[in-house]
C-alpha cells in the first residue's frame, strides 16, 4: 500500500519561506497527478497545488504566485515551495493524489507568526 510522509513543515515569520516534502512509496506515484491540501484548524481540508505527471501545476487562488510546486519521480517526492508567507496559510498540510485516492500521510503543520 502505497505510504505517504510529509515534511518540512514548522514555525516561519510572516514573509518567510517554506519548503515542504511529501515522499510516496509505491510505483503510482509516477502515474499519478499529485495534490497538496491545507487543514486549518476549524476548517475543512482544501487543495492548495496540484501537479500532474508530466508536471504541468494548479494553484489555489490564496496562494496563486507565492507558491510552487515540484515532483521529483526519481525519488517519487513532491514539493511545495511557499514564498511569502501569510498568517492565513497555517494549518496542516498533506499531499495525496488530486482525487484523494491514498492513505493520508501525518501531515506536516506549518505556523505562520506575525
Known amino acids: 500500500q502505497v505510504q505517504l510522509v510529509e515534511s518540512g513543515g514548522g514555525l516561519v515569520q510572516a514573509g518567510g519561506s517554506l519548503r515542504l516534502s511529501c515522499a510516496a512509496s509505491?510505483?503510482?506515484?509516477?502515474?499519478?497527478?499529485m495534490a497538496w491540501f491545507r487543514q486549518a484548524p476549524g476548517k475543512q481540508r482544501e487543495l492548495v497545488a496540484a501537479?500532474?505527471?508530466?508536471?504541468?501545476?494548479n494553484y489555489a487562488d490564496s496562494v496563486e504566485g507565492r507558491c510552487t510546486t515540484t515532483r521529483d519521480s526519481s525519488r517519487k517526492t513532491v514539493y511545495l515551495q511557499m514564498n511569502n508567507r501569510k498568517p492565513e496559510d497555517a494549518g496542516d498540510y498533506y499531499c495525496?493524489?488530486?482525487?484523494?485516492?491514498?492513505?493520508w500521510g501525518q501531515g506536516t503543520q506549518v505556523t505562520v507568526a506575525s
Open positions: 509505491g510505483s503510482i506515484f509516477s502515474i499519478c497527478a
Open positions: 495525496n493524489t488530486v482525487d484523494q485516492e491514498l492513505l
Open positions: 501537479i500532474t505527471s508530466g508536471g504541468s501545476t
